[in-house]
C-alpha cells in the first residue's frame, strides 16, 4: 500500500509565495495533530506509521476558488480520510478578512486520495 498528503491552495488569491508556504505547513501541522496526539482513528495511525516509513510523500496542488477548496475537504471527510482546512486570520493579507487558503489531506491510501484529487493541477 502506498500513501501520501496531498496539499491544496487557493491560486485565485495570489497569496505571496512566502504567505502560500505557511498556508500549506498550517494545513500539515493541523491535519497531523490529532494522529500525533492519538486523538485520531486506528486506521489514520496505520497510515500514518506506513506514510512515515515510505518517505513522507507530499504532493502540492491547486484549486482556483474558496467553493472547490471546500468540496475537496468535505469529499476527504464524507470518505473518512483525514483533512484540515485552514482559515486564515486575515491578519497580513486579506484585509482583516478570514479566508479558507489551503487544506491538507491525508496522509492516506493513495488510490482513495487520487478519488478526490487526481484531477488538479500541480501547483
Not at 1 to 27: E, F, S, Y
Request: charged share 25%; hydrophobic share 45%; net charge positive.
Amino acid at each position: 500500500m502506498n500513501t501520501k498528503m496531498v496539499i491544496v491552495v487557493r491560486k485565485d488569491l495570489k497569496m505571496r509565495k512566502g504567505k502560500m508556504i505557511a498556508q500549506a505547513a498550517h494545513a500539515v501541522e493541523n491535519v497531523l495533530l490529532p494522529i500525533l496526539l492519538n486523538c485520531a482513528s486506528k486506521r489514520a495511525h496505520r497510515y500514518y506509521e506506513q506514510w512515515k516509513r515510505l518517505g513522507s510523500k507530499k504532493i502540492v496542488v491547486s484549486v482556483n476558488s474558496e467553493i472547490d477548496l471546500v468540496k475537496i475537504h468535505e469529499e476527504a471527510l464524507k470518505n473518512s480520510i483525514s483533512a484540515y482546512i485552514v482559515t486564515d486570520a486575515g491578519n497580513t493579507e486579506f484585509n482583516g478578512i478570514q479566508t479558507r487558503t489551503a487544506v491538507a489531506i491525508g496522509p492516506w491510501d493513495d488510490s482513495e486520495i487520487d478519488k478526490i484529487t487526481a484531477s488538479l493541477k500541480l501547483l
